[in-house]
């Protein structure tokens, strides 16, 4: 009779060890954060459409990207189509995780994630942000999170006709960068002498008043470039020429220069501009 009670005992122990080693195998818990982007944007929204909006233009790409002890988790592209454009929504695993967002328009992106860098062909309004975050708690949650402006501008405002027959301006910094590494926000894909086309369109032959914008990725700190501007007519003759030495950029800063392009002997000079930061005045 002991013998019978001293094995149903041990079977009982064995059946509670089992249990045991079942439960530990369970997944861990994990939360579902919605992150509505902010900033500088304007989010338009209809049954049809959905809009991320800044200075009058539509935002075409958000990614969001997830570290967890230096490793990248997961990642998330979203395209102006998406439904949720401009709130994606990550699943996240308890504990610490660094996230990274950028919100562009700018074109013919290369994501390097060995790199983490984002470089592009055509540089246009570009945002970013860098968020910490601990998850201590299962569920669902809706965060805002704030993006800030990754880029630089160089705006130029030629104040003299535009002459029948001009083609394009030719705008070439001595150097520009075209990417950002996507963690810290600071500038790469450096290129030397890289010239930007700017078709001209016949329509506004004879006009005044004309401008040209070209962004590029900055750092917060100042760096300066030489630039040159040439316009060309359709038969590739520099009809217009202006050169602009150690020109100032800083991210989320203008440098305007407004003057004559295709009048000999004209300066431009550069003004203050305030629709993003405040920016710096100068002359060629």
């Known amino acids: 009779m002991k013998k019978t009670i001293l094995f149903m005992a041990l079977a009982a122990m064995c059946a509670s060890c089992q249990k045991t080693v079942i439960d530990d195998s369970e997944s861990p818990e994990q939360k579902q954060i919605t992150f509505n982007i902010k900033g500088d944007f304007t989010l338009h929204t209809s049954p049809m459409t959905r809009a991320l909006t800044a200075d009058g233009k539509d935002m075409t790409d958000v990614w969001v990207l997830d570290y967890v002890g230096g490793e990248l988790q997961q990642q998330i592209h979203q395209t102006a189509e998406d439904e949720d454009f401009g709130s994606p929504t990550m699943s996240l695993e308890l ?3 660094n996230l990274y967002f950028v919100a562009t328009r700018s074109t013919g992106p290369t994501l390097n994630t060995s790199a983490k860098t984002l470089v592009f062909t055509k540089i246009l309004d570009t945002f970013h942000k860098a968020l910490a975050i601990s ?7 809706s965060r805002a999170v704030n993006l ?18 001009t083609a394009s301006i030719n705008i070439t910094p001595a150097t520009w960068y075209y990417g950002m590494n996507y963690q810290t926000g600071e500038p790469v894909g450096v290129m030397a002498d890289e010239t930007i086309v700017i078709s001209v369109p016949s329509s506004i032959y004879g006009e005044t008043e004309q401008s040209a914008n070209v962004y590029g990725f900055s750092s917060a700190t100042e760096w300066t470039t030489d630039i040159a501007v040439n316009s060309l007519d359709d038969e590739d003759n520099i009809i217009g020429s202006a050169n602009i030495e150690n020109a100032p950029f800083v991210r989320n800063r203008i440098s305007e220069y407004t003057g004559n392009l295709w009048t000999a002997g004209s300066g431009m ?3 203050l501009n305030t629709d993003w930061l405040d920016s710096y005045e100068g002359s060629w």
């Open 95 to 97: 504990g610490e995780h």
């Open 135 to 141: 998850v201590t708690s299962g569920g669902t949650e």
């Open 148 to 165: 800030d402006r990754a880029v630089t501008k160089l705006k130029l405002n030629f104040t003299d006709a535009v002459p029948d027959g």
């Open 269 to 271: 000079t550069l003004n």
